[in-house]
């Protein structure tokens, strides 16, 4: 059983930045690719990055490229999500998804997700 509890989530300024985490409590499978997502009130929930196994490459959505640094440390189960340069369509509920190498993703298991404001 795989549990995933995020946070770093906040109300922070245009421009500013927030590092969220995803903390795996029990199993915690260095074989899985990790994932962030977003969903903002009224929209359907969306991509936003993703670190890989194996290989540990990294994705990301158009709209975060260049601001958004996915990475993770195996040694803390932890997964982050570096963002910098934040806009106020950036708000939104974060959410972690670990997928096992049989899933494909977003089919794994998700955390109850964080909320990101980016308000003046």
């Known amino acids: 059983q795989v549990q995933l509890v995020e946070s770093g989530g906040g109300l922070v300024q245009p421009g500013g930045s927030l590092n969220v985490s995803c903390t795996t409590v029990?199993?915690?499978?260095?074989?899985?690719?990790m994932a962030w997502f977003r969903q903002a009130p009224g929209k359907e929930r969306e991509f936003v990055a993703v670190?890989?196994?194996?290989?540990?490459?990294?994705n990301y959505q158009d709209s975060v490229k260049g601001r958004f640094t996915i990475s993770r440390d195996n040694a803390k189960k932890t997964v982050y999500l570096q963002m910098n340069s934040l806009k106020p369509e950036d708000t939104a509920v974060y959410y972690c998804?670990?997928?096992?190498?049989?899933?494909?993703?977003?089919?794994?298991?998700w955390g109850q997700g964080t909320q990101v404001t980016v308000s003046s």
């Open positions: 998804n670990a997928n096992p190498p049989s899933l494909t993703i977003y089919k794994g298991y």
């Open positions: 029990g199993d915690y499978v260095t074989s899985y690719t």
């Open positions: 670190s890989t196994w194996p290989g540990g490459s990294t």
